[in-house]
């Protein structure tokens, strides 16, 4: 089993910003990819970035220049940067690490950009 552990989320005014962390934890090998979702009240769960194995990464294109994801392999780490926050960026934030035996979530950390 894989556990991942969200942390960094909170309260922020606009124009603020935030870094997430996600540790994983148990049987980790042969990861595919990491990443970070979010779901904001009302909507559904969108990707937010993900980051492979091989280091490329994508965005969606709301948080394209403004976010970064990074990942520390010897910490089996995943980071989201988040830099000028808006309030539209309000949303619960979930880690996701996909291998080829299955995909896994965290529990999810509340980020709150306040205008």
């Known amino acids: 089993q894989v556990q991942l552990v969200e942390s960094g989320g909170g309260l922020v005014q606009a124009g603020g910003s935030l870094r997430l962390s996600c540790a994983a934890s148990g049987s980790i090998f042969s990861i595919n990819a990491m990443g970070w979702y979010r779901r904001a009240p009302g909507k559904q769960r969108e990707l937010v970035a993900g980051?492979?194995?091989?280091?490329?990464?994508n965005y969606a294109d709301s948080v394209k220049g403004r976010f970064t994801i990074s990942m520390d392999n010897t910490k089996n780490t995943v980071y989201l940067q988040m830099n000028s926050l808006k309030p539209e960026d309000t949303a619960v934030y979930y880690c996701n690490l996909e291998r080829v035996a299955g995909t896994y979530w965290g529990r999810g950390t509340q980020v709150t950009v306040s205008s």
């Open positions: 980051i492979t194995s091989g280091s490329r990464t």
